[in-house]
């Protein structure tokens, strides 16, 4: 089993690869699964799209807005406390760690919504002009 490294954490990739050599058997097994997955697709869209917005563009401007500025407030924070020289205490620490949480949580919902799109769950409609 492959994994997939994320900014934050790896998640496994778990690919069905027949280790029968009976091609009747393999092809009926990927048949199986190729419903899986469009079943999974399905399921993905409907549920995706009524969860969301309607998606545009400028959606994805203010996200990457907002996880830019968490970015930056993250390593302003960790500089902040670099200037003093002295070791940071446990309440900076938390305050550094709380900052780069969100500066993560924003990029991978970011990159989530990014994939919903990539892969068919939700459209984006195209700016006026």
């Known amino acids: 089993m492959s994994t997939i490294q994320t900014n934050s954490y ?3 990739r778990d690919h069905f690869e027949p280790e029968d050599n009976d ?9 199986l699964l190729e419903q899986i997955d469009y079943s999974a697709f399905v399921a ?21 807005v907002l996880t830019a500025t968490a970015r930056a407030k993250w390593v302003a924070e960790a500089l902040r406390l670099s200037e003093s020289g002295a070791p940071a205490t446990p309440d ?5 760690t709380s900052a780069r949480t969100a500066y993560e949580e924003l990029g991978e919902a970011y990159e989530g919504l990014r994939r919903m799109v990539e892969r068919g769950y939700v459209a984006i409609k195209s700016p006026p002009g």
Request: hydrophobic share 35%.
């Open 10 to 12: 790896r998640r496994p």
């Open 23 to 31: 091609p009747q058997e393999q092809r009926r097994i990927r048949g």
């Open 92 to 96: 900076q620490v938390a305050r550094l």
């Open 44 to 64: 993905n869209r409907e549920v995706v799209s009524q969860m969301l917005p309607p998606l545009d563009p400028a959606v994805f401007q203010r996200l990457a």
